[in-house]
Nanobody
Framework: QVQLVESGGGLVQAGGTLRLSCAAS????????MGWYLQAPGKQRELVAT???????NYADSVKGRFTISRDNAKHTVYLQMNSLNPEDTAVYYC???????????????WGQGTQVTVSP
């Protein structure tokens, strides 16, 4: 089994910065994709940023130029550096990973428990 444990959320003023971390643990053969999604109250979960095992990254238009995703493959950890935060970034941020548990096993999707990010005006 695999677990994703997030950290780094909190309350920050507009214009401030936060860094989220998410570490995967358990039976891991290969992590294909790691990323972050957010869910604001009353809205659907949506993509923030993803990072593939070959180094490709993808960002939502709303965060391009402000957020940076990075990975430490040796530690099975993904980070999200969030700069120039604004109140519209307020949401619960969820870590995501697409993981193969063994050479012959299928890739499965895993989610973290979520971490609250609140940006005050």
């Amino acid at each position: 089994q695999v677990q994703l444990v997030e950290s780094g959320g909190g309350l920050v003023q507009a214009g401030g910065t936060l860094r989220l971390s998410c570490a995967a643990s358990g039976t891991i053969f290969r992590i294909n994709v790691m990323g972050w999604y957010l869910q604001a109250p009353g809205k659907q979960r949506e993509l923030v940023a993803t990072s593939t095992s070959d180094g490709s990254t993808n960002y939502a238009d709303s965060v391009k130029g402000r957020f940076t995703i990075s990975r430490d493959n040796a530690k099975h950890t993904v980070y999200l550096q969030m700069n120039s935060l604004n109140p519209e970034d307020t949401a619960v941020y969820y870590c995501y990973a697409a993981i193969r548990g063994g050479y012959y096993t299928n890739i499965r999707d895993y989610w973290g428990q979520g971490t609250q990010v609140t940006v005050s005006p």
